[in-house]
């Protein structure tokens, strides 16, 4: 098997899955904790994000319930041109 440049060795998946299936008072709330189990599973972890949308019956329209990042760049916004810090074996 290959080493990912990527995912880190021995990431803790199962602790992603349980964030994702753990109660929350509401959307933001479990998106920040699944958005911070992920951050475990990448080697460039400055930033990660997540982005979920709910639409309508027909997808004609839609209303965004999870929309946030986490870590030190985050508040860059989507796809800055500064460069990334190294990344942590």
């Given at each position: 098997m290959v080493a990912s440049a990527i995912v880190?060795?021995?990431a803790d998946w199962v602790r992603v899955?349980?964030?994702?299936?753990e109660p929350a008072a509401d959307d933001p709330t479990w998106g920040r904790e699944v958005v911070g189990a992920m951050r475990q599973l990448f080697r460039c972890n400055d930033a990660v994000g997540m982005q979920i949308v709910e639409h309508d019956?027909?997808?004609l329209a839609g209303r965004s319930l999870v929309n946030l990042g986490m870590g030190p760049t985050a508040e860059l916004g989507p796809?800055?041109?500064r460069s990334s810090r190294a990344c942590a074996a």
């Open positions: 880190r060795p021995r899955l349980e964030a994702a299936y019956p027909g997808c796809m800055s041109s």
